[in-house]
Every structure is written in structure tokens, then in C-alpha cells.
């Protein structure tokens, strides 16, 4: 079937068009196929104005500035004032259209020749046979973004609204005391006079005493005085911030305690506490047994209660120069060990 389909594909296509074109011709193509229906902005007498229709006003109106403009800065024709003037002004349009209408006015195509003629530029297009250059005119008009069509249009357009609104503008009147009002405001007028007193012309009539002086000035010292004011310089030597910007290394530590090893180093200083149990060269082994048991009695209170050193020693320590201070033996005294006993001092 496929292969039938190929080689008679000319024939086939025939067929779909003849199939396909009377049915769009017979039912009609609805623009919605193609296009998403635009949402509806605005209505004016059963007309509805869609964003599409606002889009391209406003598209149009920009492009007519920018034309006569090309500095113009875009961000003011695409703001939301702009837009929204444009809106107003299709709604104006549409209001004026429809009042025309109701009212059958028209433009016949003698008074729009006769329109068209009043304007300069398009009188300025006539041939020396009195016809008009019709190239001539047509790029005028596309010089506007408008087709010949479109442009006449506009001013029959410009013409009917024109009688709307000359009615309106005909018809109206206005009272004696409204006229009076009006006038009265570009026919006032107001009378003035200038004295001017120049200060110079008067110093030298003006002789003030030293007591007028002092007067004046008492009267008015706050005209004479400033705010006190104290212009103040300071530099903040913070020592913190001065050693966390010092990196020192090991070279430069050995190099400063070499030089400066006297100040450093000082005297060496020992401080000790002892509670001294006496064993004399002469005594015999049998006190020396009892002096060396009464030692380890007393090592072990002290270890058990550690603050009791003090009154410990006070009581048991046979050293006169250190029992009544709480046993406290320093190094100028450390001598004095080996002249007592061998046994080690309790500290």
C-alpha cells in the first residue's frame, strides 16, 4: 500500500487538496486557530479593546516619538504611565468614533481633497499640470508609518471627531459675571513703589559712642558667639595589637637571652621546710633506731594531713633555729643538715 502511496504521491496530494480546501472555504478559518485570544482591556460601546489592539497603539505612538526624537530615552515610553496614556487615549478615540457615528457625520471625498490641500507639505507635491505626485505622497505618508489608505482614513477620521466636539464647543456659552471674572483676571493691575536705602549713604551720619557699643553688644552677645570647637590629634598605642603583629623565631629568642642572660637569670634562691629529728654521731644504734622510728611516725601524720606541717614541727622538731616558725628552713641555713645528722629532713 505504502509503495502504491509513493509512486502516485502527486495524485494523493491532489485528492487532500481537493478534500481540504472546500471545507475551509465552505465553514471559514477562525483566527483563533492560529492565534490565542487576546484578554479585553477596555470596552466602549459594546466594543471591546484587547491588549493586542493596546500593544500596537502604544507600539505605534512609540515609534512616531522615537522618530521625531531619537534621543529620547526608551525606559519613559515603555513605563507604565505611558502605556496606561495610550489607553486612555484609544478609550478618548473610541468614545469620539462612536459619537460620530450616532450622529452621521461623515466626510465626503470633496472635503477631504479639500482638507488635504490646506496642508503644505502635501500642496508643496503638485506637478506643474496641477495633479499630484502620487510616488511623492506615498512616501510622505510611509514616512509616518501610514499607507495612502490609512492616512486618509485618519483624517476623515480627525474631521468627523472635529464636528463631535465643535458642537460641543459651539453650544456652550458663558454668563456676564463668568466673562467679568475671566477678564478681570488678565486686566487687573497692581501699582508698586521701591525705596531703597543704601547703607553707605548713611556710615558716615552715624557716630556711636564706646557705651552704645558695649550697649548693643550686651544686647545681642548670642549674635556674637560661636560654638567652642577643639580641633584634637591622639595616636592610640594599643599593646595587644603591637605583639599580634610580632612573629618572634627561635633564633631570635636565643640571640635575646644570650644578651640579656644576667638580667634573666638572678640569683639562685631554694626555700624549704623541715622538721629535723637529732641523731648524734656519739648516740648508739639502739637511739639511732628509736630516732629513725620516731621520724617515719612523723612523716607518716604529716603525709596523712599535710596542713598540719606547721604545728607538727613546732611541737617535734629538735631544730632551735626553725621549731618556732613552723619548720621553715631556707638556703642560707642548708649547711646546717650535715652538722646534726645523716637522716634526710622531713619536708
Known sequence: ???AIRKHSKIVMFLLVLLIVPSFILVGVNQNYFTEKSPVVARVDGKDITQADWDAAHRQASDRLRAQNPAMDNKLLDSP???YETLERIVRDKVYE????????ATTDVRLAR??????????LRKPDGTLDAEAYRALVGAQGLTPEGFENQVRYDL??????GGLLTSSFSTEPEVKLGMDAVWQGRQIQVARFD???YTSKVTASDADVEAFYKANAPRFQQNEQAAVEYLVLNLDAVKA????????????YKENLERLSGKEERRASHILISAPKEASSGDREKAKAKAEAILAEVRKNPASFADVARKESQDPGSAASGAIWDSSRAARWSSHSKTPPMR
Do not use: G
Open 1 to 3: 500500500m505504502f509503495e
Open 81 to 83: 504611565q505611558a502605556k
Open 98 to 105: 462612536s459619537a460620530a457615528r450616532k450622529m452621521h457625520f
Open 115 to 124: 482638507e488635504l490641500q490646506k496642508i503644505p507639505q502635501i500642496a508643496a
Open 160 to 165: 468627523s471627531v472635529n464636528q463631535v466636539m
Open 199 to 201: 547703607a553707605s549713604n
Open 245 to 256: 603583629t610580632i612573629v618572634p623565631n627561635e633564633d631570635d629568642l636565643r640571640t635575646f
